[in-house]
């Protein structure tokens, strides 16, 4: 009878014991909450990327000195709807069938599935702001509370420059803009006790068309200043069929009419600073945060965007201007401030990498893989290229030196990124290449589902605003 009441007591006190040490380590180290900031057709024209030295981009800059920026970081798709939808819900567009803006992903993608959804079934308070899924399809049960803001000022001094939509300075107060109102929503989140931990993401819709910001960003930018980007007159005489119609060489040679092509580039550039003012405006909150030193910062860009390249403007292809963007981490304890990492990564890796960094199991589904060992040593090696995909059965793959497409109809491109960083000579055809195309070739998807439902083709629905999902 000792014996029994001894060993009860001590089996009591040694759960008593781990209770307390379970507790004592909770307290220690809480979950990590998230800042998931998005930016909308922002290419590498950022400063400390240096792929033009136009741009003035500060805040960017700033928030790549706080940790580890991502020098090769390509899209799943170089358009919106694809491109967020892959991110998000951790499907490639060749195993979703989301290929297009007019796909409606909501039949295909539970909301349990989805990374927010994923990271509220893990006991995270999931909310934000602005543009994260693309604006046409949205779903209130992937947020607990969620600020759609829309409608900005008209332009003053409008101008069209082709196909382009109409844009130029405004002359209106900063706080009248959708991104600056997603930005205070963001700012106060991260000002806010929590009762557990947090999944903010904030959206920002600029620099997407159209390019309308306060003027002092135009002035930024003098239009007797602005430098057009590199440009070959016959950059497309080597190119596939297919890749000429991804092209659209007509566009291009409407908007380079007098001063069309200088002017869209100085709108860019203006709409380019804006978001970085709004962006430096995040990082100071961030800074300031109280759980600053628990908050995994990550900031994205859906995809890249070309403004005269390759006879080419806006996304739509498959080239390095359309599928390169922004890609920085802050992650208290893992990345070491003002590094940079030339690994060849893509956005599928978001969703896995967040899992990893804040203990929340990986569905089995997601596709991407983590990149926590690149976010822990900047040069770990690492031999996974990105695959960007456009339309069914196009796609490219991009490793540290080179990129390869292959088109539906079996066009093929290849190019040598050290020696044509611009990509103006198409070694698809030369022989001396043919292992370094198989080599590539290997990591094309396989799957190539059908193209899911449509919708509103291209024509994003009108968001509401309101103060909690579900209302």
């Known amino acids: ?23 004592d380590q909770s307290k220690a180290a809480p979950r990590p909450n998230v800042l998931f900031i998005a930016v909308d057709d922002l290419n590498h024209w950022v400063g400390h990327l240096g792929r033009n030295k136009q741009t003035k981009t500060p805040n960017l800059d700033r928030l790549a000195t706080l940790g580890t920026t991502f020098t090769r970081a390509y899209c799943a798709a170089p358009v919106c709807n694809p491109s967020r939808t892959a991110l998000m819900s951790g499907r490639r567009p060749s195993a979703s069938g989301v290929y297009a803006n007019g796909n409606d992903w909501r039949p295909v993608i539970s909301p349990e599935s989805t990374l927010t959804g994923t990271f509220r079934r893990a006991g995270y308070h999931v909310c934000g702001a602005g543009k994260i899924y693309h604006g046409a399809y949205e779903r209130d049960t992937e947020w607990d509370d969620y600020l759609h803001s829309e409608g900005n000022p008209r332009p003053a001094e409008p101008f069209s420059a082709g196909p382009l939509s109409p844009f130029g300075p405004v ?32 959206g920002l819709h600029k620099p997407h068309m159209p390019w309308t910001v306060p003027r002092k960003y135009f002035e930024m930018h003098p239009l007797d200043q602005v430098e057009l980007p590199p440009y070959r007159e016959d950059d497309l005489d080597d190119l596939p069929p297919a890749a000429v119609e991804m092209a659209k060489p007509r566009e291009h040679e409407s908007v380079r009419k007098g001063e069309g092509w200088q002017r869209s580039v100085q709108a860019y550039l203006a709409a380019v600073s804006y978001a970085d003012a709004e962006i430096g405006r995040l990082i100071d909150a961030y800074e300031k945060s109280p759980q600053r030193d628990n908050t995994v910062l990550v900031l994205w860009g859906d995809h890249g965007w070309h403004l005269g390249e390759k006879h080419h403007w806006r996304k739509f292809a498959l080239w390095e201007e359309s599928t390169l963007a922004p890609f920085i981490w802050v992650v208290p304890g893992v990345t070491k401030a003002g590094t940079r990492c030339d690994r060849t990564v893509d956005f599928m890796s978001i969703y896995p990498t967040l899992c990893d960094l804040c203990g929340v199991q990986t569905p089995e589904h997601v596709q991407g893989t983590s990149i926590r060992q690149l976010l822990t040593d900047s040069q770990s090696a690492w031999d996974r290229p990105a695959v960007t995909t456009h339309g069914r059965n196009n796609h490219a793959v991009r490793s540290e030196g080179w990129r390869y497409i292959r088109y539906e109809d079996g066009g093929e491109e290849l190019y040598d990124e050290t020696a044509d960083p611009y990509e103006w000579t198409n070694l698809a055809g030369d022989t001396r290449y043919q292992s ?15 193209e899911a439902s449509g919708g509103q083709k291209n024509k994003p629905g009108k968001a509401k605003k309101r103060a909690k999902a579900g209302k």
Do not use: C
């Not at 009878?1 to 507790?23: E, N, Q």
């Not at 900063?174 to 993401?201: C, M, N, R």
């Not at 080599?439 to 589902?449: E, F, G, I, R, S």
């Open 1 to 23: 009878m000792v014996r029994s009441i001894l060993f009860i007591t001590l089996a009591f006190s040694a759960i008593g014991l781990a209770r307390s040490m379970a507790a």
């Open 171 to 202: 002359d209106a107060p900063e706080t009248e803009w959708s991104d600056h109102k997603s930005v205070d929503y963001g700012i106060a989140e991260l000002s806010k006790q929590h009762d557990k931990p947090f999944f903010v993401a904030v």
């Open 436 to 450: 370094e195309k198989q080599k590539l070739a290997a990591y094309l998807p396989q799957d190539n589902v059908p």
